[in-house]
């Protein structure tokens, strides 16, 4: 079985610039879930996708989107980039509405924005 | 707006002493979730609890809930070097955004 995997594990971009994140979710997982983890606090929720339509979405402004695949990967892209968007940038896969609704998330990618 | 609350947020504990950190939310909630993340690292997942009175143990770790408090606890048992890490609670009430707490970071000392 193969865990969720991010691309790239670092990287670092210039205010205004633009970035792509990637995830491919555990193998037989349908959701992909991205959330922003800055230094010192808990993640925080970004938006879901499930079956390539997002599913939800929390308090981040519009140039963060993303897309999911129909192999289920997915992509987080940021626009305009902020000094603030310095975080680690995790994504999670479960399966949609069924047991054991574990949440596996994958090692991250460490953004840091100059 | 669901919010996590979690205490202590810093634990300086001595191997084979026993503690627990402590999980309230806010409102209803579906699942409480407990993860564990080493410095650098993602998150690791610990437990899954869905129901009231639910209590599942690994190792010396052990998570319980309770949903007409809205709190849930993971106590510590004759605590080990190894268990030195942060941990999180975070709780659903949508089927899918997760809401975690600051995290508690622990660390057990000779």
């Known amino acids: 079985e193969t865990g969720v995997t991010q691309s790239p594990t670092h990287l670092i971009k210039t205010r205004g610039q633009q970035v792509t994140l990637r995830c491919s979710s555990q193998s037989g997982h349908n959701t992909v879930s991205w959330y922003q983890q800055a230094l010192g606090q808990g993640p925080q929720f970004i938006f879901q996708y499930y079956r390539e339509e997002e599913n939800g979405r929390g308090n981040f402004p519009p140039r963060f989107s993303g897309l999911q695949f129909p192999n289920y990967s997915s992509e987080l892209n940021v626009n305009a980039l902020e000094l603030d968007d310095s975080a680690l940038y995790l994504c999670?896969?479960?399966?949609?509405?069924?047991?054991?609704?574990?949440?596996?998330f994958g090692p991250g990618t460490r953004l840091t924005v100059t | 707006e669901l919010k996590v609350e979690q205490n202590p947020l810093f634990l300086s504990m001595q191997e084979g002493k026993n503690y627990t950190i402590y999980c309230n939310y806010s409102?209803?909630?579906?699942?409480l979730y407990w993860y564990r993340q080493d410095p650098g690292k993602s998150l690791e997942s610990l437990f899954v609890?869905?129901?009231?009175?639910a209590v599942k143990q690994e190792g010396r770790l052990m998570a319980s809930l309770d949903t007409k408090a809205r709190l849930s606890t993971l106590h510590i048992t004759a605590a080990v070097h190894d268990l030195s890490a942060t941990y999180f609670c975070a709780v659903t009430n949508s089927g899918y955004a997760l809401n975690f707490g600051k995290g508690t970071s622990l660390l057990v000392t000779p």
């Open positions: 409102t209803t909630s579906d699942r």
């Open positions: 609890l869905l129901s009231n009175g």
């Open positions: 999670a896969s479960s399966f949609m509405a069924g047991p054991p609704y574990e949440q596996y």
